[in-house]
């Protein structure tokens, strides 16, 4: 059974960094995508970004494109969301999720694939993301 340990929340002020991180395990395959959803209070969940382990290629929210960026660290089973330039809107609590692709899913649609998925193999705890001066 896939396991998410995820750390790495704050509080920072609008313009900061933080960088968040899943430790995964339990993983029965080579074809995941592992990324992060946040929730802030009285909204709907939202995709932040995700990666691909049969590639590595990398998804991203337009609401984070050019801000926040994925990666892995494979030693490590570590999956980093480095956040960058913050802004008040992204106060949330983040989770990290995992979820096996199926070979039909075609590399271009990894992402929206995983944002549309309700059935994930794993959930991290959530960590909270404060952006406030």
């Known amino acids: 059974q896939v396991q998410l340990v995820e750390s790495g929340g704050g509080l920072v002020q609008p313009g900061g960094s933080l960088r968040l991180s899943c430790a995964a395990s339990?993983?029965?395959?080579?074809?995941?995508?592992i990324g992060w959803f946040r929730q802030a209070p009285g909204k709907e969940r939202e995709g932040v970004s995700c990666i691909s382990t049969r590639d590595d290629n990398t998804y991203y929210a337009d609401s984070v494109k050019g801000r926040f960026t994925i990666s892995r660290d494979n030693a490590k089973n570590t999956v980093y969301l480095q956040m960058n330039s913050l802004k008040r809107e992204d106060t949330a609590v983040y989770y990290c999720?995992?979820?096996?692709?199926?070979?039909?899913?075609?590399?271009?649609?990894?992402?929206?694939?995983?944002?549309?998925?309700?059935?994930?193999?794993?959930w991290g705890q959530g960590t909270q993301v404060t952006v406030s001066s």
């Open positions: 339990g993983f029965t395959s080579d074809d995941y995508a």
């Open positions: 999720a995992a979820l096996r692709l199926p070979s039909f899913v075609h590399t271009s649609f990894v992402g929206i694939y995983f944002f549309g998925r309700t059935d994930f193999d794993s």
